[in-house]
């Protein structure tokens, strides 16, 4: 069965814009987490969507946004890009809200903010 | 606030050689434990889950065993391949409260020299 699908794979912006990510889960799987990876910081929690509510968020500014639809598909949102943000996300699904759910990873979308 | 430790940092080992990655974490009320595997740029493939009541977990060549009440996890690599060089990562899932987001430890760069 497909994985877990993130698009686009790669993203050039300038600091100021806004850019959005999408996030396809496993067929299924109604849980969506989103972490950001540095290489100074390693992997960082964002936040985690369950049937289209927002269960967790991260220690992240309100830049950080998003969302996630009826399909379980999630989006987030990063509006006033800074050259900090500059970073590989990544978006994990699981089967539900459960705390011995196993996570499943996308391929990341790399954001470079010029 | 839960702290995850990978050590080595980095190892390189010749082909063939057996070898253990360590993982270890400050809160034990942990759900779960769970190896990734990240080659450069791309996202992370789940390895290894091991529940908070399990003491090992095998998969192939890799067995993960988790001491939950002294805070570690050990990765063993069996017969090691330079297919297996990627960086290894180790991320709990803590228990308690309604945030099952995951903690992860910076990783361990590993090279399999042929």
């Known amino acids: 069965k497909a994985g877990v699908t993130q698009t686009p794979r790669y993203l050039i912006k300038t600091r100021g814009q806004q850019v959005t990510l999408s996030c396809s889960p496993i067929?299924?799987?109604?849980?969506v987490s989103w972490y950001q990876q540095t290489p100074g910081q390693g992997l960082q929690f964002l936040f985690e969507?369950?049937?289209?509510?927002?269960?967790n968020k991260g220690n992240f500014p309100g830049r950080f946004s998003g969302r996630q639809f009826s399909n379980s598909r999630s989006e987030m949102n990063v509006s006033t890009l800074e050259l900090g943000d500059s970073a590989l996300y990544l978006c994990?699904?699981?089967?539900?809200?459960?705390?011995?759910?196993?996570?499943?990873f996308g391929q990341g979308t790399r954001l470079t903010v010029v | 606030k839960q702290e995850v430790t990978q050590i080595p940092a980095a190892l390189s080992v010749p082909e063939g050689e057996n070898l253990v990655l360590n993982c270890s974490f400050t809160?034990?009320?942990?759900?779960?434990l769970q190896w990734f595997r990240q080659d450069p740029g791309k996202g992370l493939t789940s390895l290894l889950l091991i529940q908070s009541s399990q003491r090992e977990q095998t998969s192939g060549r890799l067995n993960a065993s988790l001491d939950k009440s002294s805070g570690r996890s050990t990765l063993y690599i069996a017969a090691s391949q330079p297919g297996d060089s990627a960086t290894y990562l180790c991320a709990v899932r803590l228990s308690g409260g309604s945030n099952y987001k995951l903690t992860f430890g910076k990783g361990t760069l590993l090279t399999v020299n042929p």
């Open positions: 994990a699904s699981s089967l539900n809200l459960n705390g011995d759910a196993e996570a499943f």
């Open positions: 969507y369950f049937s289209e509510t927002q269960r």
């Open positions: 067929s299924g799987h109604r849980s």
């Open positions: 809160d034990s009320a942990i759900y779960n």
